[in-house]
């Protein structure tokens, strides 16, 4: 008896869908190991990058509307005396928790009319924010509080700091008239990048043009020589990398080059967001459970299919090979008549016509 071959046309269909899963899994494996850093890069670049340039662009809108009031009050400057100009920009101050000082000096630098009246008659003709408002449009960075460290009254250890507004002051015939100056109070600036913080679940660090940080949402201080980012600041170019921070952790920050809206004069400030690498909080556990899924689908999918070719192909030749075994015994039957294939229906034929023929012979 001629032994035949173990490998059966249903077996070697399974077989087949068994190796198009193994080699289908082994691509889709190696392809997440070499793509999945980049993946989850790419993935930290756009959190970061679209969140910090979310927050600076709140904190310049927030400090755009500074500058347009500062506009309204210059206005009325020329038409107001001293003292109902010192009650208008005392008023304007609020409670003095974040504007701290509003101002207006003269030509000759001395100070006219002031939030409760601090600095009246005081000599600011050497100061940043006088000489930058003279010349037009003025915002100055984070500074120490120089003539009001005095007169303002403070509380904690941290000194007093401010970040300054001033614009030029025109009479009523449009020649230069004076300059018109407001301190904000920094500790304000602090509470709104670590406010922003807590929104936009990210670590803040707002930048002055030499990488310096002028404030910031936490208490770490790095400094251009530990970190990459903070170099890449002083270059003004948008950029986003992961690297390892002084503290130990391992984050993705984003550089934001710029901080203004509107009419805003430039601070010259770069914002810097951090979000921790190990902290995905955009959704990527739901893209891999959602890849995780389709990979489910995608088995169970080329499972069934091959069952399906196992009924409705192999199964009909494996019907007919058992017939014509048992026609070449002896047995008078007929094989089913199969359609599913071309060759299924030609070897169905081929055996109906040799039965018949062996069966004409025996008659």
């Known amino acids: 008896m001629i032994e035949l071959p173990r490998l059966t046309l249903r077996n070697a269909a399974i077989a087949f869908g068994l190796a198009t899963l193994v080699v289908m899994l082994t691509v889709l494996s190696i392809f997440a190991l070499l793509r999945s850093d980049r993946f989850t890069d790419s993935t930290l670049d756009y959190a970061t990058r679209f969140r910090t340039t979310a927050a600076a662009e709140d904190l310049a809108r927030t400090l755009e ?27 304007a101050s609020g409670d003095g928790t974040r504007i701290s000082w509003l101002g207006y000096a003269d030509l000759s630098g001395n100070v006219v009319a002031a939030t409760d009246g601090l600095l009246v008659g005081q000599d600011v003709s050497q100061r940043p924010w006088y000489r930058g408002g003279l010349s037009g449009g003025f915002a100055g960075d984070v500074h120490d509080a120089v003539l009001l460290a005095n007169l303002l009254g403070h509380e904690g250890d941290e000194p007093l700091r401010f970040i300054d507004l001033a614009l030029p002051v025109a009479d009523d015939s449009g020649d230069p008239a004076g300059v018109l100056g407001l301190h904000i109070n920094a500790a304000w600036l602090t509470g709104e990048l670590r406010e922003s913080a807590r929104i936009y679940g990210l670590d803040f660090y707002l930048l002055n043009p030499a990488a310096e940080i002028s404030a910031s949402s936490t208490e770490e201080t790095p400094t251009a020589g530990e970190l990459q980012i903070l170099r890449a600041a002083q270059t003004g170019i948008e950029t986003g990398e992961r690297e390892r921070w002084p503290d130990g952790g391992d984050y993705f920050s984003s550089l934001i080059p710029q901080v203004t809206y509107g009419d805003l004069p430039n601070f010259g400030w770069r914002m810097v967001g951090r979000l921790e690498a190990t902290k995905l909080t955009i959704g990527i556990d739901l893209i891999r459970n959602g890849a995780l899924w389709a990979l489910l689908a995608m088995i169970a999918a080329i499972g069934l299919l091959t069952l399906l070719f196992v009924g409705a192909v192999a199964t009909p030749i494996r019907r007919l090979a058992d017939s014509a075994e048992r026609i070449s015994n002896g ?14 229906a030609q070897l169905s034929l081929a055996l109906t016509r040799l039965q018949l023929d062996r069966i004409s012979d025996d008659r």
């Open 65 to 91: 509307q500074d500058w347009r009031d500062l506009r309204a009050l210059a206005q009325r400057v020329p038409e107001l005396e001293p003292e109902q100009l010192g009650n208008l920009l005392t008023g």
């Open 331 to 344: 047995s008078e039957e007929y094989p089913a008549n199969s359609r599913v294939t071309r060759e299924a």
